[in-house]
Structures are given as C-alpha cells and as structure tokens.
Nanobody
Framework: QVQLVETGGGLVQAGGSLRLSCAAS????????MGWFRQAPGKERDLVAG????????YYTDSVKGRFTISRDNANNTVYLQMNSLKPEDTAVYYC???????????????????WGQGTQVTVSS
C-alpha cells in the first residue's frame, strides 16, 4: 500500500487551468499504475485519466481528451493532472489512486485500485 496526498485543487473560472499533484509515500511507487478519479455531487466516482508504471501508456475519458494531461515523476513519487480549458462540468472532488497491476495495464474501475488519497475539490465557475 502507498499513502497518497492530493494538492492543487481550487476555484477557477471556465476556460482556466489547474494542476493537481498527488504525492505518494513508499519506495515502490514506480510499480503502481496511477489514476485520477472524480466524483460530482450525486454521481458515481469515475476514472478521468490513468497512467502505467513508466508513463508509457495513458488513458483519458472522452470528456477530457485534449484538455487534461496525466504525467508522473517516479524519481519524486508524484503523479500530476494538468487540466486546461476547464468547464463547469469538470467541477468535482478529484481523487488520486494507486493500483498494483502489470506494468502495461491501466485499470478502469475504482475497485481495481487499492490506495486512495483524501480528495481535492475542483470548482469551475461559469
């Protein structure tokens, strides 16, 4: 298990940008697939973006393709989510999660992730 702490959320106007960071503890960070999930009020927690061990493979849900970028720095045990051209519908609590899967895999469901951060609120005003 790894301990995860997200930072970088906040209030931004539509069209603006935010960068979320997720710092992980532990020496095996490079052996985890990482994901960013979000949950809006009254909705399920869904995967927004995911990244494989070395960053070779990435995944984005359709609604954020071309606007969000996931990346990771294994030397510093950190995964990022750069969010550009933000829309009001991006408003949610964003969670970082870690999964022990093979090096090339990116799990798509929350149940496949064993470690979660506490979440950070992102609010996009219109």
């Amino acid at each position: 298990q790894v301990q995860l702490v997200e930072t970088g959320g906040g209030l931004v106007q539509a069209g603006g940008s935010l960068r979320l960071s997720c710092a992980a503890s532990g020496r095996t960070f490079r052996s985890y697939a990482m994901g960013w999930f979000r949950q809006a009020p009254g909705k399920e927690r869904d995967l927004v973006a995911g990244i494989s061990w070395t960053g070779t493979y990435t995944y984005y849900t359709d609604s954020v393709k071309g606007r969000f970028t996931i990346s990771r720095d294994n030397a510093n045990n950190t995964v990022y989510l750069q969010m550009n051209s933000l829309k009001p519908e991006d408003t949610a609590v964003y969670y970082c999660a870690a999964s022990t899967v093979p090096w090339h895999a990116i799990p798509k469901t929350g149940g496949e992730y064993g470690s979660w951060g506490q979440g950070t609120q992102v609010t996009v005003s219109s």
